[in-house]
């Protein structure tokens, strides 16, 4: 198998991507710009700071996966890199793979270092451990399955469509899979059957992102409940599965002579 070598070089090179220093480096402020702006709020310190530590790691994050993944295959058709790659011994999935795995190792390491932060942040205004640090843990890992499915949308597109238009289409997917959960009401509340149908198949086909964010309830203490962890999980691990296959389905079609 070529996918640790593809994976590894794909961290390499993103970690020598200037824009995840400037976008980590930015979280690590957001991060202790809570803290201050929690100060100014009477008994709302530490709320501020999980709602604004979550939320920096789910946008910056999300940026890393968008513009970073939409490169990982067009990067190298633009540099043909990808010509002297496949005429070694390597499948055309491990390539897809190794790209995916190698930018999520990327994004493990972002997600790790701004719950550092968060958690630290934490540690120090309330002087010790409470419920709301254990709580944060299960709400940055389901940040980090989103991002995950991000990375595999980001992928798919790469894999056939110039950056541009890869990455509107990834955005406008996670701005819909934000609020998927209004398509199921709608079809509930339509009286069409054509209409009801478009609305629930959009609600399946389309990400459902509000599986993975609990932000909100988080930051007032609420832990998820370990169903609802392992449903995010399952959900991610099947939705990212369908997406990598067509990427791979997709670059297998493509013609490089």
């Given at each position: 198998?070529?996918?640790?070598?593809?994976?590894?070089?794909?961290f390499r090179e993103s970690v020598?991507?200037?824009?995840?220093?400037?976008?980590?480096?930015?979280?690590?402020?957001?991060?202790?710009?809570?803290?201050?702006?929690?100060?100014?709020?009477?008994?709302?310190?530490?709320?501020?700071?999980?709602?604004?530590?979550?939320?920096?790691?789910?946008?910056?994050?999300?940026?890393?996966?968008?513009?970073?993944?939409?490169?990982?295959?067009?990067?190298?058709?633009?540099?043909?890199?990808?010509?002297?790659?496949?005429?070694?011994?390597?499948?055309?999935?491990?390539?897809?793979?190794?790209?995916?795995?190698?930018?999520?190792?990327?994004?493990?390491?972002?997600?790790?270092?701004?719950?550092a932060g968060v958690l630290v942040?934490?540690?120090?205004?309330?002087?010790?451990?409470?419920?709301?640090?254990?709580?944060?843990?299960?709400?940055?890992?389901?940040?980090?399955?989103e991002l995950m499915v991000m990375?595999?949308?980001?992928?798919?597109?790469?894999?056939?469509?110039?950056?541009?238009?890869?990455?509107?289409?990834?955005?406008?997917?996670?701005?819909?899979?934000?609020?998927?959960?209004?398509?199921?009401?709608?079809?509930?509340?339509?009286?069409?059957?054509?209409?009801?149908?478009?609305?629930?198949?959009?609600?399946?086909?389309?990400?459902?992102?509000?599986?993975?964010?609990?932000?909100?309830?988080?930051?007032?203490?609420?832990?998820?409940?370990?169903?609802?962890?392992?449903?995010?999980?399952?959900?991610?691990?099947?939705?990212?599965?369908?997406?990598?296959?067509?990427?791979?389905?997709?670059?297998?079609?493509?013609?490089?002579?």
């Open positions: 198998m070529n996918l640790a070598p593809i994976a590894s070089n794909t020598r991507d200037k824009v995840l220093y400037n976008l980590v480096l930015f979280a690590l402020l957001l991060v202790g710009a809570s803290i201050l702006i929690g100060q100014l709020s009477a008994s709302q310190d530490a709320k501020i700071i999980v709602d604004f530590g979550l939320s920096s790691m789910l946008l910056f994050g999300t940026l890393i996966s968008i513009f970073i993944g939409i490169g990982l295959v067009y990067k190298e058709l633009d540099k043909r890199t990808v010509y002297s790659l496949l005429a070694k011994p390597i499948n055309r999935y491990e390539f897809i793979l190794g790209k995916y795995f190698g930018l999520i190792l990327t994004l493990l390491i972002n997600s790790a270092v701004m719950l942040a934490l540690l120090y205004l309330q002087r010790g451990f409470n419920q709301l640090q254990f709580a944060v843990l299960p709400a940055a890992y389901l940040i980090f399955l990375t595999a949308i980001a992928l798919l597109f790469s894999s056939f469509s110039s950056p541009v238009l890869s990455a509107t289409m990834a955005f406008l997917l996670f701005i819909i899979g934000h609020f998927s959960g209004d398509l199921r009401g709608l079809g509930q509340a339509s009286e069409s059957f054509i209409a009801k149908a478009i609305c629930y198949a959009l609600y399946y086909i389309l990400p459902n992102f509000s599986n993975f964010n609990f932000i909100t309830t988080t930051a007032h203490g609420q832990v998820v409940k370990f169903d609802v962890v392992i449903g995010a999980t399952i959900y991610a691990l099947i939705y990212c599965s369908i997406l990598l296959a067509a990427a791979i389905a997709i670059f297998q079609r493509r013609d490089f002579k």
